[in-house]
């Protein structure tokens, strides 16, 4: 197959998105497919540095298309980054010849309308790989008014999906947001993101560099790792971590960067914490050792963005065999596949004794810690694994290039195992 995939970032770049496509990309080189991608030239923690326009990495060709840099900082200029980037990328896509599918991401948003155009004007079968539900997000994120404009968008994002041959969600309650406003369930298949198995893996207390690195060889780390971005919810970490103050030996370590990360460095300087932890992310290659290092990990969303988003962080935690605490919606997909593989719990936002009551059972209980630590694992290998997801979504791109895709009865072969709801 010759595939044309587009999203704002992609190797070598760090952010959730880009490595995501990075994996899949170099899954679908290796069976033997074209692959090429659309991406910006600068990186997702910014910069000077300017990435080359043309390179190949691994038999992938990646097409790199300038935009502004304004940052995230201000609306405006997060708009005006999205536009011109979206301009640049349909240019590039146009320009693009002999392709057999183009995949579009959810960064920037409303890739999907540039889809549709493309699909419009060229014969090639189109998907949206969607991570995030525009502009419902940014809505309800305070980010976007509800209005004119919100309904305008609103408006262009169903249009454009309804045009998709195929929109892959992430997770269920996605799927479940998607028919409830008219998607038609034909063109919807769930593949959940994964995580690499093998370059996470769980290191013993006894082996892990970033335990020495930071001096946590005896303290119990309950670590957040990833974007600490608008659609999380901080507020019960911060209940959590007042609530547990005066408990030894506990360490809370956020690893990453984000919108509210500022906010709680502000916090936990102002009450004078000294059991926080604020470091920035940490390489991938070193990613394994981070991850390992903690005891328990948590996890967030805020309850209005059940169906909008999910965080994917869960998916290298399991690899990496920890626990997990799910502060949450509790029909989100986090809390469903919680429940499945009895590795963690799932707490309400804003249950403060709810979260520290499951925050010091884990901490009291060695046997319990390593027994759902185990069971983190063992559902990462059976549903997780990256092999797993990118062979499914290989499967997908083949069946919509056959044009066989709305043919409900041959994604049986590719849906995830079933699960219980």
């Known amino acids: 197959m010759r595939l044309l995939f587009i999203n704002r970032y992609f190797y070598p770049d760090i952010s959730a998105t880009s490595q995501l496509l990075t994996e899949l990309a170099e899954d679908l080189n290796g069976k033997g497919d074209k692959v090429t991608v659309i991406a910006g030239n600068t990186s997702y923690l910014g910069g000077e540095a300017r990435l080359p326009a043309h390179e190949m990495?691994?038999?992938?060709?990646?097409?790199r298309v300038g935009f502004t840099c304004f940052g995230r900082?201000?609306?405006l200029g997060r708009l005006a980054d999205y536009l011109s980037f979206w301009i640049s990328a349909l240019w590039a896509a146009l320009q693009t010849k002999d392709q057999d599918c183009l995949v579009v991401l959810s960064?920037?948003?409303?890739?999907?309308?540039?889809?549709?155009?493309?699909?419009?004007?060229?014969?090639?079968?189109?998907?949206?790989?969607?991570?995030?539900?525009?502009?419902?997000?940014?809505?309800?994120?305070?980010?976007?008014?509800e209005g004119p404009v919100g309904r305008f968008l609103r408006?262009?994002?169903r249009w454009s999906l309804h045009r998709m041959d195929q929109v892959v969600v992430i997770g269920r309650c996605m799927e479940r947001y998607l028919l409830s406003h008219g998607l038609p369930a034909r063109i919807i298949i769930n593949i959940p993101n994964w995580a690499d198995g093998h370059?996470?893996?769980?290191?013993?207390?006894?082996?892990?560099a970033f335990l020495r690195q930071h001096g946590l060889e005896d303290r119990f780390v309950v670590m957040y790792s990833g974007n600490h971005g608008v659609v999380h919810e901080f507020e019960t970490f911060v209940a959590l971590i007042r609530e547990t103050r005066y408990v030894p030996r506990i360490c809370f370590c956020f690893v990453g960067e984000g919108a509210w990360k500022n906010k709680l460095?502000?916090?936990?300087?102002?009450?004078?914490?000294?059991?926080?932890?604020?470091?920035?992310?940490?390489?991938?290659?070193?990613?394994?050792?981070?991850?390992?290092?903690?005891?328990?990990?948590?996890?967030?969303?805020?309850?209005e963005m059940e169906g909008l988003s999910i965080p994917s962080k869960i998916y290298g935690v399991l690899a990496a065999g920890r626990p997990v605490i799910f502060i949450g919606p509790s029909d989100s997909e986090p809390a469903a596949i919680i429940r499945e593989g009895e590795f963690g719990y799932s707490v309400?936002?804003?249950?403060?004794?709810?979260?520290?009551?499951?925050?010091l059972a884990l901490f009291r209980d060695h046997t319990l810690l390593k027994k759902q630590g185990q069971a983190a694992r063992q559902y990462f290998n059976t549903h997780c694994e990256r092999s797993i997801a990118t062979e499914r979504f290989r499967?997908?791109?083949?069946?919509?290039?056959?044009?066989s895709l709305t043919q409900r009865v041959h994604m049986t072969a590719i849906s995830p195992p079933a699960r219980s709801q």
């Open 395 to 403: 499967l997908v791109l083949q069946q919509v290039a056959a044009g």
């Open 199 to 208: 370059r996470i893996q769980p290191v013993p207390p006894h082996d892990n």
């Open 57 to 63: 990495y691994k038999g992938i060709h990646i097409i």
């Open 73 to 75: 900082s201000r609306t």
């Open 155 to 157: 408006r262009i994002a």
């Open 265 to 303: 460095m502000e916090i936990v300087q102002a009450e004078g914490w000294q059991h926080v932890l604020f470091l920035p992310y940490e390489p991938k290659a070193l990613l394994q050792s981070s991850l390992s290092a903690a005891d328990v990990h948590l996890v967030s969303l805020r309850s």
């Open 107 to 145: 960064d920037p948003p409303l890739l999907s309308v540039l889809g549709a155009i493309v699909r419009f004007v060229k014969p090639v079968k189109t998907i949206c790989w969607l991570q995030d539900v525009f502009p419902e997000v940014a809505i309800r994120a305070g980010i976007l008014r």
């Open 348 to 359: 309400p936002p804003g249950d403060t004794k709810g979260a520290v009551r499951t925050l």
